[in-house]
């Protein structure tokens, strides 16, 4: 992979990670995930990574009717790559978690590349007071959670994804999910450019140490040359210093209120958009230049707006 002069950010907006007692700022509704969505637009993202919450109490949710006003909202109001996840929840069914990616055939989809023990336990140490029964839940039940994709699952979504001419991000959360990525290129079940987003911080996963970053640096290059597009997740505290570090290599970044709710030290962020104007000024400061939606989708390859079934 080589240095760019350009690097695109990836703006998660919400997600099945954190939940609404743990931040006032974190969207739930229709309304609020598009105006967050939006702003992130507006302030550099090019990429919109998107889940769904059911508005009554915030639990994730991959009804398609769920996901269709803030789709229509966000196309309406930005150029921005809308990427639609397949990961949904760790508790969710495979087939559940598919639907809105089969229903709205965006330009690209969120894909992790394994399945893995996802513990979010850890956050009850933080976090004590919950407004709804289902958030204590989930985090406790996660000590014995593995998220389900296997091959068969991987090679299913690939399948419906090249149907409706969708591309991947594939989420690789552990060194085995670049090798299993290898393994659906030689079959030919991919194509490059691949897509690949390091997922770093994550229990079950992959450390958060700048070691643990330039490890997936060196296995990535070994394995797939110059036919891929890096680009930096650190959950948590690690969002902005990973993906300082991993820009200054030549990746691509993602942040957003998914994968951290803070801004710095014991601060929340007060938005997503926050997050991707921090991260773009240090893209700046780095001499890199910021990618718009149509140079995204020109270094990814994507089918472009216009084809997708929202």
Request: proline letters at 5%; a neutral charge.
């Amino acid at each position: 992979m080589a240095l760019r002069s350009k690097a695109i950010i990836t703006c998660a907006v919400t997600g099945a990670i954190h939940t609404p007692s743990m931040s006032p700022h974190l969207p739930v509704t229709a309304d609020e995930i598009a105006t967050a969505a939006i702003d992130a637009a507006k302030a550099g993202a090019a990429i919109l990574h998107l889940h769904a919450r059911d508005p009554s109490d915030g639990r994730p949710s991959q009804d398609p009717e769920l996901f269709r006003p803030f789709l229509s909202a966000i196309k309406a109001a930005t150029n921005a790559v809308i990427n639609i996840t397949t990961g949904g929840s760790p508790h969710m069914s495979v087939e559940e978690r598919m639907r809105p990616a089969t229903t709205f055939k965006p330009e690209l989809a969120s894909l992790n590349m394994g399945s893995m023990n996802f513990g979010l336990f850890p956050m009850l140490n933080r976090f004590k007071e919950f407004k709804h029964p289902w958030e204590r839940e989930n985090l406790e039940k996660s000590r014995d959670l593995v998220f389900k994709n296997t091959f068969q699952d991987i090679e299913n979504i690939l399948k419906l994804g090249k149907a409706n001419g969708t591309r991947f991000e594939f989420e690789c959360y552990d060194i085995s999910h670049l090798n299993n990525l290898k393994h659906f290129l030689d079959r030919g079940l991919v194509q490059a450019p691949l897509f690949v987003q390091s997922v770093f911080g994550i229990l079950g996963g992959i450390g958060s140490d700048p070691e643990d970053l330039m490890h997936m640096h060196r296995t990535a290059t070994r394995l797939f040359g110059d036919r891929f597009c890096w680009s930096i997740l650190g959950a948590g505290r690690g969002q902005i210093p990973l993906a300082t570090m991993g820009a200054a290599m030549g990746a691509n970044v993602r942040v957003g209120l998914e994968d951290s709710l803070w801004i710095g030290p014991g601060r929340l962020a007060a938005s997503s958009a926050e997050q991707v104007a921090r991260i773009r000024v240090i893209l700046e400061a780095l001499n890199i230049d910021v990618a718009t939606p149509d140079e995204a989708r020109e270094i990814l390859q994507l089918k472009g707006a216009e084809n997708v079934a929202f």
